[in-house]
């Protein structure tokens, strides 16, 4: 099983599009952000430099599970299904290799950003160990949602899109990109759906100095939806991959 995750995170270090995408991409995005708006200016109740990391931190964990999806569709539903089944291997190890590994490489990605803000910028990130476990159940709950897209879907493609509609949906709810109208059905949904509202309040509620509600619950409605994206996942690969 270690050898498993070893040979996977290898894979993924050659995987450079996802990291230019996952990795690259964020931390030029916080840079240039960092750069033009500097540290002078509040944003909900933090310093804009922080606000700004601590939100790409949490948006870009949101897409971590590209990994997984892409090496359970090629290993195990379409490319090299038939070779990988043929292996003396149970194909559940196989699978939560892939899954430990995609976790561990997308966490390390997202530790490395908080390195560089707050080595280069400063940012200031509250209780390390709480940061860390906010950061591993985003990336935990991003393996599931990518799995269960790529195990009910027929192409790889379309799991892509729908992962993609799922994150840009929950970016412009959360008023990422531009403020949304304040309606009640926008809240809700913010208040208890939206992964990324969710990490924001359990994350920059303990450092802000405004209300952000309270961050355990915040916290535990992201593990409700991990767990509950992972039983969704684990029956549609049962029936997928038998």
């Keep these: 099983m270690a050898r498993m995750i070893y040979f996977s995170i290898l894979r993924m270090l050659r995987g450079y599009s996802a990291i230019i995408l996952l990795f690259v991409v964020p931390l030029a995005i916080i840079t240039l952000l960092s750069l033009i708006v500097g540290n002078e200016y509040s944003v909900e109740g933090l310093s804009s430099r922080q606000y700004i ?9 949101l897409f971590s599970g590209n990994y997984a999806m892409f090496y359970i569709h090629a290993d195990l539903v379409k490319l090299r299904r038939w070779k ?24 390390l990605q997202g530790l490395l950003l908080v390195l560089y803000t707050r080595l280069l910028f400063g940012v200031e990130w509250g209780n390390y160990a709480w940061l860390l476990l906010i950061i591993v159940t985003l990336s935990l709950l991003s393996q599931f949602v990518h799995l269960t897209m790529v195990f009910s879907t027929s192409t790889i493609s379309m799991a892509e899109r729908f992962t993609e509609i799922y994150g840009i949906g929950f970016i412009l709810l959360a008023g990422i990109i531009f403020p949304m109208p304040v309606w009640p059905v926008i809240e809700w949904i913010n208040g208890f759906l939206n992964p990324i509202t969710l990490a924001q309040s359990a994350l920059m509620g303990p450092v802000a100095q405004i209300d952000y509600g309270n961050p355990y619950a915040s916290l535990l409605l992201l593990i409700v939806q991990l767990l509950l994206f992972a039983v969704l996942s684990a029956v549609l690969g049962r029936r997928r991959l038998s």
């Excluded at 990391?53 to 964990?61: D, H, P």
């Excluded at 292996?87 to 561990?104: D, N």
Aim: hydrophobic residues 60%; positive net charge.
């Design 53 to 61: 990391a601590m939100t790409m931190v949490i948006v870009f964990q």
């Design 84 to 107: 990988i089944q043929s292996l003396p291997v149970s194909l559940f190890k196989y699978s939560a290799a892939i899954l430990f590994a995609s976790t561990f490489f997308s966490t």
